[in-house]
């Protein structure tokens, strides 16, 4: 997690709840990818980019492909029933 210093007022990304209505001269603690974009666009000043244990164990779990998805395994398809098929069979034992 990563603290940052706003340095202008602004809202946040359109269509979310995330940071709305943020004031200049206030300090948030944001996840470092969202410090990162917006240092880059030059709304915050990083204070301290401290390390979170989370942080850590999300990008070791995408390194070794612990969140993939399982392939779908295929079912074979149910056998069509032929209901004048079966009538046939009943009338020919009936008969009989």
Do not use: W
């Not at 603690?29 to 990162?36: D, E, G, H, S």
């Amino acid at each position: 997690m990563a603290v940052i210093k706003v340095l202008r007022d602004y809202c946040g990304e359109e269509g979310t709840d995330v940071d709305k209505n943020v004031f200049a001269d206030s300090k948030h603690t944001v996840t470092r990818a969202r410090a990162a974009a917006l240092f880059a666009s030059g709304l915050v000043e990083i204070v301290s980019d401290e390390a979170h244990p989370d942080d850590d164990k999300d990008s070791e779990a995408v390194a070794e492909g612990k969140n993939e998805p399982e392939p779908i395994t295929s079912k074979p398809a149910p056998k069509p029933r032929n209901k004048s098929v079966a009538k046939a069979a009943d009338k020919q034992s009936d008969q009989a």
